[in-house]
């Protein structure tokens, strides 16, 4: 269930002003790309526009996924917030796709990924008695209930301790196999952890064009990349200078 | 537990006033045409028992027809506010002018339009009810955070079912506040009404023992109205919370 993707000519405008515009980026079939980027560069403009979220900006977009067939609901969209409704027991938060689209609900495959995030026998919790790392298990879980082939997650483990943030760095990774998962992102070593290919979201020459892509190599690595790997430290401090130079061209 | 100690302290404060009544009795000598003993509407009570029953049996049919109308007529109105937007414009200025019309002054025209019966008590306290349901969920609608929205967008929600399942639950806690304020507030539409003109009736019977001196009989209906005003707010409020069991904790608590 690996779908690559390819984008082209996407475009945002926001209050008169171009956000990016060119932009072409291509997600390799079961590939982990991470986006990074300054603060209000569009990184999360962009990851919307991809996922196929509702935007008040003028936008444009050429999609092209490599089976030919539309992407609409083949996208599982994960965001900083756990977003779980609280009126919804855990489990029940899980099949919240199930109830909006009228389908059957998969009891045996929600058990069983509650039990791969170690959740098991909180079911029938209420979220609001979770711990925010915990919260964020279920919306993870929720996430890979879809069984959708790409994966898309704006900042999915910002609201998280470092240590649980780690934790749930190897959590996902594992459950995320084989699936095209493009993450937004502020840490570079999150970043470097997670993916076969980092794109940083940096201003761009051409004048009028606001922002350009810059592509740069995962570390290739075996992932999650072990946080006492060698290649790690350096690679974290090239990629921070590189970072902060496109903040000091704006 | 904690509901056993509600009760507790309302029957503290409840003691507390009746002591407080018994004291000016006593300091200000009052005659007991102007404010009876505890004692003598307790008394009353009990004697007219029957006529005091089917009075207030009609306020509280006005109450509860008016409270039941009055929400689903302001669900209706916040549904149609937060989801029509063109009605917006028109609707919103009319439900405040609704609301800024001093009840008191367009009760005598009720009862001449409506007539003496129930009618025009149920309309009254409708019209006292319709508003902070109205108001309190249109907010509540209006407010649903945008991530859920997001959510069910790309779990391909219809708009039909994310009503259903995102947008009417999340404005629930926020309808609960207005439900309540209502539930408060419409014995005092039923009585308004009753008051402008009535054959039957709580309001009726105070307005009358009032007229004929007889304070302790008008007490009594007071005490009748409280007691079942105190009833359906808490009845509600645990209906509320019942529908609410993830919510529970975090409700401010009148006690």
């Known amino acids: 269930m690996s779908l690559g993707l390819t984008l082209n000519n ?43 979220l509702e935007m008040s900006d003028l936008h444009q977009l050429d999609l092209a996924t490599d089976d030919g067939q539309p992407l609409t609901d083949r996208v599982a969209w994960m965001a900083q917030q ?22 059957p609900r998969n009891r045996k495959l929600a058990h069983e990924l509650l039990a791969a995030v170690g959740l098991e026998g909180r079911e029938q919790a209420w979220p609001d008695a979770l711990s925010g790392g915990q919260r964020q298990r279920v919306a993870l879980a929720r996430t890979l209930y879809q069984q959708a082939p790409v994966v898309m997650m704006d900042e999915p483990f910002s609201a998280v301790d470092a240590i649980t943030r780690l934790e749930l760095h190897d959590l996902a990774s594992r459950l995320l196999k084989g699936r095209t998962v493009l993450m ?28 350009e892509l810059e592509r740069l190599p995962g570390l290739g690595a075996a992932r999650p990349v072990p946080l ?21 061209a704006a | 537990m904690k509901r056993l100690h509600a009760m507790r302290h309302l029957v503290i404060s409840a003691l507390l006033l009746l002591g407080l009544w018994q004291l000016i009795i006593a300091v200000t000598a009052v005659p007991p045409y102007i404010l009876p003993t505890p004692q003598a509407v307790l008394e009353v009570l009990i004697e007219k028992a029957p006529l005091l029953a089917h009075h207030a049996g009609v306020t509280i049919s006005e109450i509860l027809a008016g409270l ?14 937060a989801f029509i937007p063109r009605l917006r414009r028109t609707l919103l200025p009319m439900l405040l002018i609704s609301q800024v019309i001093p009840l008191f002054a367009i009760a005598p025209l009720l009862v001449l339009w409506l007539g ?62 207005g439900i309540r304020m209502a539930a408060t507030a419409a014995p005092i539409g039923a009585v308004i009404g009753e008051w402008a003109g009535a054959s039957q009736g709580l309001g009726y019977l105070m307005l009358n023992a009032n007229a004929r001196m007889e304070i302790d009989l008008m007490f009594a209906a007071l005490l009748v109205l409280v007691a079942f005003s105190l009833l359906l707010y808490f009845s509600l409020d645990a209906l509320l919370r019942a529908l609410m069991p993830w919510h529970r904790d975090r409700l401010t608590r009148l006690s």
């Open chain 1, 228 to 248: 006492d790997d060698p290649a790690l430290p350096p690679a974290q401090a090239q990629l921070i200078a590189r970072l902060r130079d496109s903040e000091e």
């Open chain 1, 82 to 103: 756990d977003l779980l409704l609280p009126w919804r027991r855990v489990i029940d938060n899980l099949w919240l796709g199930d109830d909006l689209r009228r389908r």
């Open chain 2, 68 to 81: 039941v109308l009055g929400i689903l007529l302001g669900l209706a109105t916040a549904l149609a506010l």
């Open chain 1, 10 to 52: 996407a475009r945002i405008d926001y209050a008169g002003h171009t956000l990016f515009r060119d932009i072409s980026a291509r997600l390799e079939a079961g590939s982990w790309t991470a986006l990074l980027g300054r603060s209000g560069c569009g990184k999360s403009s962009l990851l919307r526009l991809l996922a196929g």
């Open chain 2, 116 to 177: 003496y019966d129930m009618l025009s008590k149920v309309v009254m306290a409708t019209l006292i009810i319709y508003f902070p349901v109205a108001s309190t969920g249109y907010d509540g609608l209006r407010q649903t955070q945008q991530g859920w929205l997001d959510l069910a967008h790309t779990l391909g929600a219809s708009p039909w079912r994310r009503l259903i399942h995102i947008q009417l639950p999340a404005a629930l806690p926020a309808l609960a506040s």
């Open chain 1, 184 to 211: 937004v992102t502020h840490d570079p070593l999150e970043a470097l952890r997670l993916a076969d290919q980092l794109l940083v979201l940096r201003p761009s020459s051409l004048p009028g064009h606001g922002a």
